[in-house]
């Protein structure tokens, strides 16, 4: 199984302040189809996770702009430029490269 | 509007099995794989299994030995069955559309049903 490693585990952020979480997989993520299949998802406290971007850097309809994906091969990041209050909440990484696997989490809180 | 709304018992007792079926609304369900995907309390998440419309599946291969994912397609439904349950296997059980041909994720999640085994 590729693991998928994400630090910090916990971040509190000022509102208003950049916050970045780092996410490395255990293989190279990149797809035989040349694509690499690295997705970022937030999960709200009692909600369901919902995806925010795919392919690295891709964000899905209504995400909103300031959150962005960056990276290549086995090192990814989510950045958050400026952290408002609905964005507390656990986020995941994921691949889909080699069947799914997603990281721990990194707990997102308000300082 | 893609919508996922599932269902099934919630609290099993070890041995049996569980049992959990989720109806799609919008959206092409024939275009698409559905997966299940799990989330011990306190812990990451786990992708159980995926069928499509033709009833073509791919399970986790640490799981492959207890679970059966079947469709309805008459219903835009598909279930999940996982047999002979302990406590390892309490978690929010989620289904999902997906894997997507664009990310090979999942890009609409069902509510979420809690699953307890206890004696």
């Known amino acids: 199984d590729v693991v998928m490693t994400q630090s910090p585990l916990s971040l509190p952020v000022t509102l208003g302040q950049p916050a970045s979480i780092s996410c490395r997989s255990s293989?190279?993520?990149?797809?035989?189809?040349?694509?690499?299949?690295l997705s970022w998802f937030q999960q709200r406290p009692g909600q369901s996770p919902r995806r925010l971007i795919y392919k690295v850097s891709n964000r899905d309809s209504g995400v909103p702009d300031r959150f962005s994906g960056s990276g290549s091969g086995t090192d990814f990041t989510l950045t958050i430029s400026r952290v408002e209050a609905e964005d507390v909440g656990i986020y995941y990484c994921?691949?889909?490269?080699?069947?799914?696997?997603f990281g721990l989490g990194t707990k997102l809180e308000i300082k | 509007q893609v919508q996922l709304h599932q269902w099934g018992a919630g609290l099993l007792k070890p041995s049996e099995t569980l049992s959990l079926t989720c109806s799609v609304y919008?959206?092409?369900?024939?275009?698409?794989?559905w997966s299940w995907i799990r989330q011990p309390p306190g812990e990451g998440l786990e992708w159980i299994g995926e069928i499509n419309h033709s009833g073509s599946t791919n399970y986790n291969p640490s799981l492959k030995s207890r679970v059966t994912i079947s469709v309805d397609t008459s219903k835009n439904q598909f279930s999940l069955k996982l047999n002979s349950v302990t406590a390892a296997d309490t978690a929010m059980y989620y289904c999902a559309r997906g894997p997507t041909a664009a990310g090979h994720d999942f890009d609409y999640w069902g509510q979420g049903t809690l699953v307890t085994v206890s004696s």
């Open positions: 919008g959206g092409s369900f024939s275009d698409y794989y």
């Open positions: 293989q190279s993520l990149v797809h035989s189809d040349g694509n690499t299949y």
């Open positions: 994921m691949q889909g490269t080699h069947w799914y696997t």
